[in-house]
């Protein structure tokens, strides 16, 4: 079964804060497309006074797809300096080839780079988004379309992005460019601000919970309406400010897109004829004629309750008349919940809007679209970038600081640990019960006839000098040697080199370590210390 009529048989809302409610929406088929327009470089028209060729090219993005669908009713949105529908299936080649023939004409007339692209809903729903749906009634004559779930944000993002524009731009020459530009028209001056100030918004609220956005968007709509007052009283157009403009420079955006692939003469025609129509058309609403097909009395006041001046496309957006301090009293208010992480803004101030038409017929089935003169939601757009990049850098510095703070304590864990392991064994061997120490025994081995090395405190066994150590020396003349030892033996004497015995006169070299000298030797058994006490009182005189 087609879903081409999926559209139309949605119901209609008939409150704006119903966009609040996710059961107002209906999920767009997975075998829908949206489609794409938006022009780059916006920043250099609107610097050069251009911006009213913007809305111009924007606007008819959407006068050339609504025509080349003829009646099978799709929704739209208009974004300024550019547009989205969503198609079914078998709209996608006539959508493209009317896409590729708006881009021709803003090149041809306005010297713009119209980028346009299509995208299949199916890889949106991949993503893990959605295309969701409502439809809102502004009027009795106008039902506007309302967008959530993300995905015309996501599509946005794709079209732009240069990761993935390509795949999904449509690139000239894979179609035949066509379209028809019937019902585009631009011949109204723009308006003055009845109250001061036209004020172009646009909100997003944060946050994952689609509960907790429908309570932030429900908040907006609310304090709007606190500040600015009811929809009539914060509406920039009303009849008393609506002039019809006889300037080729106003006329010059209908005539480059309805006639700006014909010659100069034919442009010209088309000009003066537009004229003629513009002063008829003010003759007739001057003195409220009723033909029979149109009541012209009634048709500024149709045009008032028919022009897009709110709408939703996963972010809030509204045109706004009023006073310099119902807009700093707002805005204040969005700078508090900005700060709470709760929303971003933009926000952009001019005196006056645009306004540029669609008219299928002047009974009734005619809208217009709204923006602020002189950037309107484009430039609030930018400053509602700014402050997403904003919000972005202080959750990153948030973040980075949460790190710092994980890894100090973490660092600081890791050193107390080490510490303890440390300690671990010093407190083991604190508790364990000291070792008596004992002094250590020098045994060489020697002969009978040769006195045995007594050991003497202070001097290890080996015989090497201990560190630090005095060095003694000691001469001692005609010792006798009582066992008279054979010239092949030795005498082993403590503490120095073992020294042979042929002679009766020996010189021994005694080195006494330093603790000895100066500290009280430890403690011995009786019978060692005795031994030492006769060994130097025999072999060392005087010392």
Not at 142 to 152: C, D, R, S
């Amino acid at each position: 079964m087609s879903s081409a009529g999926f559209y139309a048989s949605l119901p209609v809302i008939t409150d704006f804060r119903d966009v609040t409610r996710q059961e107002s929406f209906a999920r767009l088929p997975s075998d829908w497309h949206v489609v794409m327009s938006d022009v780059r470089d916006s920043t250099i028209a609107i610097q050069s006074g251009r911006y009213k060729n913007v809305n111009t090219v924007g606007a008819a993005t959407i006068t050339a797809v609504l025509n080349a669908a003829g009646a099978v009713e799709i929704p739209f949105v208009f974004e300024g300096d550019g547009s989205m529908l969503c198609v079914p299936d078998a709209l996608l080649d006539v959508a493209r080839a009317a896409l590729l023939r708006t881009q021709e004409l803003a090149r041809r007339s306005f010297d713009l780079d119209l980028r346009v692209a299509t995208l299949p809903v199916k890889r949106i729903d991949e993503a893990g988004l959605s295309v969701r749906v409502a439809r809102y009634r502004v009027s009795e004559n106008y039902i506007q379309a309302l967008f959530a779930g993300g995905g015309m944000a996501y599509a946005d993002r794709t079209m732009k992005d240069p990761a993935t524009a390509d795949a999904c731009a449509v690139k000239p020459g894979s179609i035949a460019a066509k379209g028809s530009f019937d019902g585009l028209e631009c011949r109204w001056q723009d308006i003055p601000s009845p109250r001061g100030e036209t004020v172009s918004l646009m909100v997003r609220a944060l946050g994952r919970d689609p509960a907790r956005a429908a309570a932030v968007y429900d908040e907006v709509i609310a304090r709007v309406r606190e500040i600015y007052g009811g929809d009539d009283a914060c509406h920039p157009l009303t009849v008393a400010n609506l002039a019809m403009s006889l300037s080729s420079r106003q006329l010059g955006n209908e005539v480059g897109m309805r006639a700006g692939d014909r010659g100069f003469f034919s442009r010209w025609k088309y000009l003066m004829w537009i004229r003629g129509v513009t002063v008829l058309g003010w003759f007739l609403m001057k003195l409220g004629i009723r033909t029979e097909l149109t009541d012209w009395s009634r048709y500024k006041p149709t045009l008032v309750r028919n022009a897009d001046v709110r709408k939703f496309n996963d972010l809030y957006r509204q045109i706004l008349a009023g006073t310099p301090a119902q807009r700093q009293a707002l805005e204040a208010w969005l700078e508090q919940r900005f700060a709470r992480g709760e929303l971003v803004y933009g926000l952009h101030v001019t005196d006056r809007a645009h306004m540029t038409c669609l008219v299928f017929d002047y009974a009734g089935r005619h809208l217009h679209f709204i923006d602020g003169a002189d950037g309107g939601l484009f430039l609030a757009a930018k400053q509602f970038k700014a402050q997403e990049a904003k919000r972005a850098f202080n959750e990153y510095e948030a973040t980075a600081r949460a790190v710092d703070a994980n890894t100090a304590r973490l660092k600081a864990l890791r050193l107390a640990k080490e510490a303890a392991e440390a300690a671990a064994p010093a407190r083991h061997a604190a508790q364990r019960p000291a070792k008596a120490s004992r002094a250590p025994h020098y045994r060489p081995a020697c002969s009978s006839n040769v006195h045995p090395a007594p050991v003497v405190p202070g001097m290890v066994a080996t015989g090497a000098a201990p560190v630090p150590a005095v060095r003694a020396a000691v001469t001692a003349a005609a010792v006798p040697v009582e066992a008279r030892a054979p010239a092949d033996r030795a005498v082993a004497v403590p503490g120095a080199a073992v020294v042979a015995a042929p002679a009766v006169v020996v010189t021994v070299v005694v080195e006494v370590a330093a603790e000895a000298a100066v500290h009280k030797p430890p403690d011995v058994t009786g019978t060692a210390r005795r031994e030492s006490r006769r060994f130097f009182k025999s072999r060392l005189p005087g010392v």
